[in-house]
């Protein structure tokens, strides 16, 4: 049979060879290359073959096959060997399945199938058995260190009853770690001989393994002085890992972990705080306990744990308080060997930006709406302005084709005039929604009958409603009511109703007006029309809102005048309602006023008259750039017996006022070149005595207040009708 050679590996080397004795021994060999793991176990199976001795060999499958294939360059015939039992080659990771109990190495088990293996081939062999086992090797590249060493002591205790030399083999790169120390020291103690890796045992001559010594002492030192440093580096590392777990529980945002069972197991003082939990309330419990909608709770952690990261995922959270708080989440899990640890969970709290994102979208809705409504309302405004003027220039016409007539001609002018007084009653309400909705209305507050108030909104709708057809029937209160309120206003308030009533009822139908006084004072006007929808009582006030489409919006209107009632009524610290029973039956709208509106009387006052037509002649000058409107109001006035003179621009107006000294000027105040203003500070600076009135298109508080401040007695604005130029005219003394 062939021999063993040495391969430059020296006798200590290796487990004893003695032909007298059975092998006895237990030996590490320490590697760094497998493959001189292999020509070393190959060294000690073949010294023992070339013995007539038997060998156990327990090895992976590369490990086997290497040293089969070593044996057979050698000369052995191991097809032979292996089946005189001479030669058994076991599976190292079957046998240690074999050998373990939940992993651990068994006692009982490893004899039975050890010790079978080890009687076996000495009853094959000429005593003795050579063994290399590999399966220790298995269980510390698995990090199973205390089942090695277990292992080692079975080997231990089994050799006590049978003669065996056993060689177990350990990658040096097992113990690359500086706390790796204790467990190599616990290696090479358990073994009666240690074999070192192949860059000291190849080594032959006794200068080259002290040079080796001597570097392995100097790399020990170094190791030493690396170990010091990195000491210091470990305190600085759990100092750094310290403010950041400081960093962490004191941020501002908040911070959780979660298990992958869905537990809370560390979250930070911000998290607490914005759910406002203490500590013992919120860790230790499920996540899922804490989401408003715990399906999404449940789909996050499966996300999570399936390796899926969150970047911004928007969820809810229910507070300690039961408020609902909105939060940004930013997640992804912690893995430590392919094993899900905990979630990473970042939360920030965009309740209040939630909020306003809500509010915003309300308020682009509404704007939304608002210009649908605006460019309704800019429609029907176009359809209201025209609709006076076709009358207006049609009585113009028949007038002039039948000036001979005056019957005609009168009809015509009665014509021009309504409507020229519904343009003005639809711009003055324009105008008044525009002040209120700015806040510049002035309340112009004095005691009034409420049966004077009632008699001119009658007197300012009874021409729609005659026209309509309609019968109007009114009940007030048998007791004079005095009312401390601003007249114009409420007139204005009950005419908007009246005509509100008219328009939407049709032809030949009932208005109703009637006022209580209790707790304060209601004034009700209902109606027999088409009544008001549901979804329309609510909104019925709000600015340009009107029915639906319908045959009922053809009558006009362009949704402001209900706004108005709304507003002046709150003006003077009261409500406005309006109720319907539903389609086709009606509707009603009541005023209420506080009982603080009310006054006592202790005799009744009459409503103010109206100054008579006829007044003392007066020298009067109208100052205009328009042509043609100075020239009309001129000409009225003469009518009416008064000197008039015509200035159309700022230094003629003052020449004709120093010269003339006329009582009363109704000067414009959008002149050119001079404008009213100037003019009016001119004269007063002159001396000038004569009573100034402002006519102009321009009514805003503002505008009033410039008026007086330049010199003004009088603010009035265009058009003027005849009743305010009469009382104008009256009290003014003769110079």
């Not at 060294?43 to 073959?49: E, I, N």
């Not at 402002?694 to 401040?709: P, S």
Request: with cysteine; charged share 25%.
């Amino acid at each position: 049979m062939p021999t063993t050679p040495s391969r430059g590996i020296p006798p200590t080397a290796l487990p004893s060879r003695e032909t007298s004795a059975p092998p006895r021994g237990h030996a590490v060999q320490f590697y760094d290359d497998p493959s001189f793991l292999t020509a070393q176990v190959t060294d000690h199976v073949a010294s023992g073959l070339a013995l007539a001795r038997a060998a156990l060999v327990i090895a992976t499958l590369a490990h086997r096959s290497a040293m089969r294939d070593a044996l057979v360059r050698r000369g052995f015939k191991v097809d032979e060997l292996i089946a005189s039992g001479r030669l058994t080659l076991l599976d190292a990771q079957a046998t240690l399945e074999s050998l373990c109990v939940r992993g651990v190495p068994d006692h009982d088990r490893f004899m039975a199938v050890i010790g079978a293996a080890l009687d076996g081939a000495v009853l094959s062999g000429n005593g003795g058995v050579h063994a290399y086992g590999e399966m220790v090797a298995l269980l510390w590249d698995r990090g199973q260190r205390d089942a090695a060493y277990r292992l080692e002591a079975l080997w231990d205790e089994i050799a006590l009853t049978r003669a065996f030399s056993l060689i177990c083999g350990y990658p040096m790169s097992g113990f690359a770690e500086r706390s790796d120390g204790p467990s190599f020291a616990r290696v090479m103690e358990g073994h009666g001989e240690v074999l070192p890796a192949e860059s000291y045992a190849r080594l032959t001559e006794p200068g080259e393994r002290l040079r080796v010594v001597a570097g392995l002492q100097q790399a020990a030192a170094a190791l030493e002085t690396e170990s010091a440093v990195r000491i210091r580096a470990d305190q600085k590392l759990r100092l750094r890992e310290s403010e950041l777990a400081d960093f962490l529980e004191n941020a501002a945002v908040g911070v959780h972990q979660v298990d992958a069972e869905g537990l809370i197991v560390w979250a930070n003082q911000s998290e607490l705080r914005m759910l406002g939990y203490d500590a013992d309330e919120y860790i230790g419990h499920s996540i899922i306990e804490f989401y408003v909608d715990p399906s999404q709770a449940t789909e996050i952690l499966r996300r999570l744990t399936s390796g899926q990261s969150l970047d911004d995922e928007a969820a809810r959270l229910r507070a300690k308080d039961g408020s609902e708080r909105h939060v940004l989440i930013h997640s992804n899990g912690y893995w430590e060997n392919g094993r899900f640890l905990y979630t990473r969970c970042f939360t920030r709290d965009i309740t209040e930006r939630v909020r306003l994102e809500e509010d915003l979208r309300a308020k682009v809705a509404e704007l939304r709406d608002l210009d649908r409504r605006k460019d309704e309302f800019l429609a029907m405004l176009g359809h209201e302005l025209r609709n006076p003027l076709a009358p207006v220039a049609t009585a113009v016409q028949l007038a002039l084709l039948h000036e001979d007539d005056p019957s005609r001609v009168r009809r015509s002018l009665e014509l021009v005039d309504r409507q020229i007084r519904q343009m003005t009653r639809l711009i003055d309400d324009l105008l008044d929604v525009s002040r209120i909705t700015r806040g510049t209305v002035e309340l112009r507050e004095e005691n009034v009958q409420l049966s004077a108030i009632v008699q001119s909104a009658i007197e300012t709708a009874r021409p729609l409603i005659d026209e309509r057809g309609h019968r109007l029937t009114v009940d007030l209160p048998s007791t004079p009511a005095l009312l401390f309120v601003d007249p114009a206003r409420i007139e204005q308030v009950l005419a908007n109703l009246l005509n509100n009533a008219a328009k939407y009822t049709d032809l030949g139908g009932q208005i109703h007006l009637s006022a209580r006084v209790e707790n304060g004072v209601a004034i009700s006007v209902n109606d027999n029309g088409p009544g008001l929808p549901p979804d329309l009582r609510d909104h019925i006030f709000d600015l340009f809102v009107q029915g639906a489409d319908s045959a009922a919006r053809s009558r006009g209107g362009l949704g402001i005048g209900l706004t108005l009632v709304r507003r002046l009524v709150e003006l003077h610290a009261g409500s406005v309602t309006a109720h319907s029973d539903g389609p086709g039956k009606g509707s009603e709208f009541v005023v209420k006023l506080p009982a603080g509106r009310l006054r006592t009387a202790s005799s009744p006052t009459a409503p103010a008259a109206f100054l008579d037509d006829a007044a003392t002649a007066l020298r009067v000058l109208v100052v205009d750039d328009n042509v043609d409107a100075a020239n009309s109001l001129a000409e009225l006035l003469r009518d009416l017996g008064h000197s008039v003179r015509v200035a159309h621009d700022g230094p003629s107006a003052i020449d004709l006022v120093l010269r003339l000294r006329p009582q009363l000027v109704l000067l414009d105040i959008g002149l050119p070149e001079m404008d009213g203003y100037a003019v009016a500070r001119h004269l007063r600076r002159q001396g000038v005595s004569s009573t100034l009135v402002a006519l102009t298109g321009y009514g805003e508080a503002r505008h009033r207040r410039l008026a007086l401040d330049a010199g003004f007695d009088e603010h009035v604005t265009k058009p003027v009708d005849l009743r305010r130029l009469q009382a104008l005219l009256k009290p003014l003394p003769l110079n």
